[in-house]
């Protein structure tokens, strides 16, 4: 289910839009479900497994965004843009295997709840030279992640995570007959804390964009952009979960 509202108010100068999106999503499946399992000893043998599977998963994500933008006069702009995110999710599993003798093969009933509340805050300044823009800027990106897990293999309890992110960058994009370029420099600082880590890293993240246009309707572009991606509550949390027949996956809090 998703519902979008939004406000926006616009004159020559300034122009304000807020968008409020919540959305809800529940997905369930009920079956029985029969399994083959090859299980080698001195002969192949092949264990037949039936038994109900069910699951759901139900997910609540608002997303609240603020923009707001001022044209200060025909080469200078300037824009705030805030965007706050809550996202949880509630997950349910019930494996049930049993085989042709009645004897249980499996039963695995896991639970799993995650939170992850974001905050990203955006102002920048643009300004308009003859043949050239230059544009300056801030990003703010914090989040702060907990969950909770149980299943056959064991039960793990507010785990937390926490990363902030402090972007600054200049751009400088132009024109010069059937060239044009857009060349952006930005420095992050990055913090995270999980379990057992805490981490404060300062990386260089360049992007240049190159083009050529020999005929109006032909450009030829090269672009090269160097960027880092946080890891995901799945591969920070070390809880376990049981996937198939010998394979378990678990994330690691020291990425």
């Given at each position: ?99 042709s003798l009645g004897n249980a093969f499996l039963c695995n009933h ?146």
């Amino acid at each position: 289910h998703i519902l979008n509202i939004s406000y926006v108010r616009q004159d020559s100068v300034n122009m304000l839009q807020i968008k409020l999106s919540p959305k809800y999503t529940h997905v369930h499946s009920d079956a029985d479900s029969t399994r083959q399992i090859m299980k080698y000893h001195t002969n192949a043998n092949v264990l037949s497994l039936a038994g109900p599977y069910n699951w759901q998963n139900r997910e609540f994500n608002p997303i609240l965004d603020i923009y707001y933008s001022r044209l200060i006069n025909d080469k200078n702009e300037l824009a705030i843009d805030i965007t706050a995110t809550h996202f949880s999710t509630r997950n349910s599993v019930d494996d049930e295997l049993i085989d042709s003798l009645g004897n249980a093969f499996l039963c695995n009933h896991a639970n799993e709840k995650n939170k992850k509340t974001s905050l990203i805050g955006e102002v920048y300044y643009s300004h308009k030279f003859e043949n050239i823009t230059l544009k300056s800027g801030y990003t703010l990106n914090t989040n702060e992640q907990k969950s909770d897990a149980s299943n056959v293999l064991g039960e793990w309890n507010d785990v937390a995570t926490s990363f902030t992110s402090n972007y600054v960058y200049a751009e400088l994009s132009g024109k010069l007959e059937k060239w044009g370029y857009n060349i952006t420099l930005g420095v992050t600082n990055r913090q995270s804390k999980s379990i057992d880590t805490e981490t404060n890293a300062w990386i260089f993240m360049p992007r240049f964009v190159f083009s050529f246009q020999p005929k109006p309707n032909s450009k030829l572009t090269l672009q090269f952009n160097h960027k880092n991606t946080e890891p995901s509550i799945s591969q920070l949390r070390n809880s376990q979960s049981y996937v198939s027949n010998n394979i378990i996956y678990t994330g690691n809090p020291n990425l």
